[in-house]
């Protein structure tokens, strides 16, 4: 960023929106109560210890610094070259903040003046005359600018201590040693106009702030990796507390497997009692049909057995109308009686082949019920057959389905995982569930 830019170009709106919160870690420079916290804290400690009336702040911006003295009862004025900050000062305290620059003569005289992070933003050829200027307002100055931060763009002036320090040297404003300063930052220093201090002072006062900034460094970074420890352990038992429950959601789906599979084991047994019934049942069914077809051919030999007798009987009265014919000469006559007597005998041999041929007519219809009946069975022994053969595919189906489904094949992947875990179960229930699983 050019030096040349003019103050309100360099320090608007965007400056405190953008630059100034990533030179704060993303802290937004507005009202809040991390900032009135941290320079209540200033105005507390620079009360306490040189109890001032009048104090003068240097580089106010927002005016924060200004209302906390003005709230504990200190007067208290603000100068700042941005016009965008002094018009974001609280009302009441306005009119002691205006805009102007320390390069030029300030009025009036104060018992302390606050320059916290302000010269550094000036450039080098006027630091001489701020310094003169701070110094010609007040007989104490609370001080402070960075000693590293080269990256901020405003920042034309960025020097050690020591520069700093043989600067207000110049106008017999030395430091205090018994002042510690570092509730503002560990650079932070305490200057007060008196007597020259002894030659090597200020070399060693540079010197105890460079081990105090770096006692900070250390102390952050230590802060920093307590943290990065503190957030490793939290992330450590998250991942234990997660492997814990993914156990113990790993053992609630094996029990609800080893219920499963316990329930299949039944389904199965219960399916091999109804195979074993239908088995019996068919077993019988078979005994049964043997049964009928042994009663049919009992049924068909005595059909043949009383054919031949009709054919018997049939030859036997051929031979009788021979006979008759024969000796009808011999019988003509005693032809009378012997017609009466061939009346009463052709009649009993009608109403004996009536009841022949009235046998044999019962002999076919039952002949022909059995073979129905007979054909029925053998119609009912195939279907049930036939119902127990698909009954046995739909239990080899279903069988089928349980080994190729997601969880046996999970319970066959959890068996590894049970196994690295088998020190830490206890055997009988690790036993029982791999058994279950096997």
């Not at 520069?163 to 930052?185: C, G, M």
């Not at 997601?406 to 055997?427: K, S």
């Amino acid at each position: 960023m050019s030096i040349a830019a003019s103050p309100s170009e360099l320090y608007g709106e965007e400056y405190y929106t953008t630059s100034f919160n990533r030179k704060q870690a993303g802290t937004p420079y507005v009202r809040s109560a991390h900032w009135l916290n941290f320079f209540s804290i200033i105005a507390d400690q620079i009360i306490r210890s040189r109890q001032p009336r009048r104090v003068l702040d240097v580089g106010c911006a927002k005016g924060f610094l200004v209302e906390c003295f003005w709230d504990r009862g200190i007067y208290c004025e603000g100068i700042d070259v941005s016009e965008y900050a002094i018009s974001q000062v609280r009302p009441d305290i306005r009119d002691y903040c205006r805009v102007a620059s320390i390069t030029d003569h300030t009025p009036g005289r104060f018992d302390v003046v606050t320059c916290i992070e302000v010269l550094e933003h000036i450039p080098p050829e006027f630091a001489e005359s701020a310094v003169r200027n701070i110094c010609q307002a007040a007989d104490a100055v609370v001080f402070s600018s960075t000693p590293d931060d080269f990256v901020e763009p405003t920042h034309f002036n960025v020097r050690p201590p020591i520069y700093w320090l043989n600067l207000f040297a110049q106008f017999d404003f030395w430091p205090e040693a018994r002042f510690d300063a570092s509730f503002i930052t560990p650079h932070a220093m305490l200057l007060s106009k008196g007597a020259p201090p002894p030659e090597d002072f200020l070399r060693l006062f540079s010197e105890y702030l460079r081990y105090k900034m770096a006692w900070q460094q250390a102390s952050s970074n230590a802060e920093r990796l307590q943290a990065e420890a503190k957030a490793a352990q939290e992330s450590h038992e998250q991942t234990e507390q997660a492997h814990v429950f993914r156990i113990a959601k790993a053992e609630e789906h094996v029990s609800q497997l080893s219920n499963q599979l316990a329930v299949t084991e039944q389904d199965l047994r219960a399916l091999a009692i109804q195979l074993d019934a239908e088995r019996a049942r068919t077993a019988e069914l078979s005994s049964t049909a043997e049964t009928l077809r042994q009663g049919r051919e009992r049924e068909n030999a005595w059909a043949a057995s009383l054919t031949r007798e009709l054919a018997a009987s049939e030859q036997r009265r051929r031979n009788v109308e021979k006979d008759l014919e024969d000796k009808q000469a011999e019988l003509e006559h005693a032809l009378r009686e012997f017609e009466e007597l061939r009346q009463r005998s052709a009649d009993d041999l009608e109403a004996k082949q009536a009841e022949l041929q009235q046998a044999f007519n019962q002999s076919d219809f039952s002949r022909q019920q059995l073979a129905t009946m007979l054909e029925t069975k053998e119609a009912e022994v195939q279907a049930t057959l036939r119902a127990a053969e698909l009954e046995r595919l739909r239990l080899q189906t279903t069988l089928d389905a349980v080994l190729n489904s997601r969880t046996w094949r999970l319970a066959e992947r959890c068996r590894v995982p049970l196994r690295r875990f088998e020190g830490r179960w206890p055997a009988k229930l690790l036993r029982s569930v791999v058994s279950r699983l096997v």
